[in-house]
């Protein structure tokens, strides 16, 4: 079950939130703050059940702060993945995520069908396979920015690719993975 905890943004809120979870033994696969303000916290508990829930419910309630919880079908983030996924999917064109590997992490329909496989199968195969002469890891490398209009032959057509690395916020380190 999703939960999702309408709350005040103060410290050791989540803390009194997890201690009451732990006290029931609900254990707790993922959670994401979210809201405006963050004054949401969402958490997703596998062996929560609905009869429980609504036992906690009250309890949820009385932690000071706390304005209300409710069930919610998603997580934020598995949201964002779902309409991130739908936009790519939509898509016409290629579209490629390449880790510093050099190995494609996703594709969109587009890019599986010029790679000539499903979807689900491309994540682990390496773009060496189908890009001749192209070493990204090595570009990303040696340019650390942003690349619009490179040429690129896969499997015999020239396409143009524009590489945008990503980079953790915290990573001064080399960028992964970079997206084509």
């Given at each position: 079950?999703?939960?999702?905890?309408?709350?005040?943004n103060r410290?050791?809120?989540?803390r009194?939130?997890?201690?009451?979870?732990?006290?029931?033994?609900?254990?707790?696969?993922?959670?994401?703050?979210?809201?405006?303000?963050?004054?949401?916290?969402?958490?997703?508990?596998?062996?929560?059940?609905?009869?429980?829930?609504?036992?906690?419910?009250?309890?949820?309630?009385?932690?000071?702060g706390?304005?209300?919880?409710?069930?919610?079908?998603l997580?934020p983030?598995?949201?964002?993945?779902m309409?991130?996924?739908?936009?790519?999917?939509?898509?016409?064109?290629?579209?490629?995520?390449?880790?510093?590997?050099g190995?494609?992490?996703?594709?969109?329909?587009?890019?599986?069908?010029?790679?000539?496989?499903?979807?689900?199968?491309?994540?682990?195969?390496?773009?060496?396979?189908?890009?001749?002469?192209?070493?990204?890891p090595?570009?990303?490398r040696?340019?650390?920015?942003?690349?619009?209009?490179?040429?690129?032959?896969v499997?015999?057509?020239?396409?143009?690719?524009?590489?945008?690395?990503?980079?953790?916020e915290?990573?001064?380190?080399?960028p992964?993975?970079?997206?084509?």
């Amino acid at each position: 079950m999703r939960i999702k905890v309408h709350c005040q943004n103060r410290i050791g809120i989540l803390r009194d939130i997890l201690n009451l979870l732990v006290e029931y033994g609900i254990n707790v696969a993922r959670g994401e703050v979210g809201g405006e303000h963050g004054n949401a916290i969402y958490l997703h508990c596998p062996n929560l059940i609905n009869i429980q829930f609504q036992a906690l419910r009250p309890k949820f309630e009385s932690i000071a702060g706390v304005f209300g919880v409710k069930r919610v079908g998603l997580m934020p983030s598995e949201r964002r993945h779902m309409e991130l996924n739908a936009l790519l999917g939509a898509l016409e064109f290629p579209v490629l995520s390449i880790d510093m590997g050099g190995s494609i992490v996703a594709a969109n329909r587009a890019a599986a069908q010029l790679l000539g496989v499903r979807v689900d199968e491309v994540p682990g195969i390496p773009l060496s396979r189908y890009a001749e002469d192209f070493d990204l890891p090595e570009l990303v490398r040696a340019n650390k920015s942003r690349i619009n209009g490179l040429r690129v032959k896969v499997k015999g057509d020239v396409f143009l690719a524009d590489i945008a690395p990503l980079q953790s916020e915290h990573d001064d380190s080399e960028p992964w993975p970079a997206r084509c």
